[in-house]
């Protein structure tokens, strides 16, 4: 069973970085395809960004584009979403997700296998 630890969420002002950390366990990660996601309280959980097993493909959601970075350190088994700019309804819980194998980047949350207990990022105004 692969396991998914999300970290880093905490409590910032409008404006202000945090980056989340995502380890993933198991000898396999260098072929997995991560994402993160987010669900705010009452909303339905969105695609945030995902970077392929090369690193080389990657998208996000057009309402991160410019203030966050998705990015993989294979070494490590983790990746990291580096959230610049933040603004208030950047509120939600993030989680971490593992697709195992090779193809396009995935922006579903069922084309993932495995989900980390995510994380709560907090932004006030």
């Known amino acids: 069973q692969v396991q998914v630890v999300e970290s880093g969420g905490g409590l910032v002002q409008a404006g202000d970085s945090l980056r989340l950390s995502c380890v993933v366990s198991g000898r396999a990660f260098s072929t997995y395809m991560m994402g993160w996601f987010r669900q705010a309280p009452g909303k339905e959980r969105e695609f945030v960004s995902a970077?392929?097993?090369?690193?080389?493909?990657?998208d996000y959601a057009d309402f991160v584009k410019g203030r966050f970075t998705i990015s993989r350190d294979d070494a490590k088994n983790t990746v990291y979403l580096q959230m610049n700019s933040l603004k208030p309804e950047d509120t939600a819980v993030y989680y971490c997700a593992v697709r195992r194998g090779y193809g396009e980047l995935a922006t579903i949350p069922l084309e993932y296998d495995y989900w980390g207990q995510g994380t709560q990022v907090t932004v006030s105004s």
């Open positions: 970077i392929n097993w090369s690193g080389r493909l990657i």
